[in-house]
Nanobody
């Protein structure tokens, strides 16, 4: 039973920064790539970023490149998403997810087999 719990969301003004955290339990965290996704009101879920099991490589959606940074601390079973230069377009519920397959690559398409409950990020103008 794998559980993922996100935190760190909140209300922030445009141009501001926010760091999201996702703590995993019930699995071998260090053996799995992890990803961040988001879902804005009225829109489908979209990929944000993913990081390899070791943290040695990562991939980003185009909108996230240069603004967001994904990282992980396997000793703490935690993956992070540092966000800078936030805009109102970044307003969404953000979810972390585990990449299916031990040591699988951090592919945006997945599949991803476990998901957190999400943390809300609201960017005001």
């Amino acid at each position: 039973q794998v559980q993922l719990v996100e935190s760190g969301g909140g209300l922030v003004q445009a141009g501001g920064s926010l760091r999201l955290s996702c703590v995993a339990s019930g699995g071998t965290f260090g053996s799995y790539a992890m990803g961040w996704f988001r879902r804005a009101p009225g829109k489908e879920r979209e990929f944000v970023a993913a990081i390899s099991w070791s943290g040695s490589s990562s991939v980003y959606a185009d909108f996230a490149k240069g603004r967001f940074t994904i990282s992980r601390d396997n000793a703490k079973n935690t993956v992070y998403l540092q966000m800078h230069s936030l805009t109102t377009e970044d307003t969404a519920a953000y979810y972390c997810a585990r990449r299916q397959g031990s040591r699988a690559d951090p592919n945006p398409r997945g599949p991803y087999d476990y998901w957190g409950q999400g943390t809300q990020v609201t960017v005001s103008s």
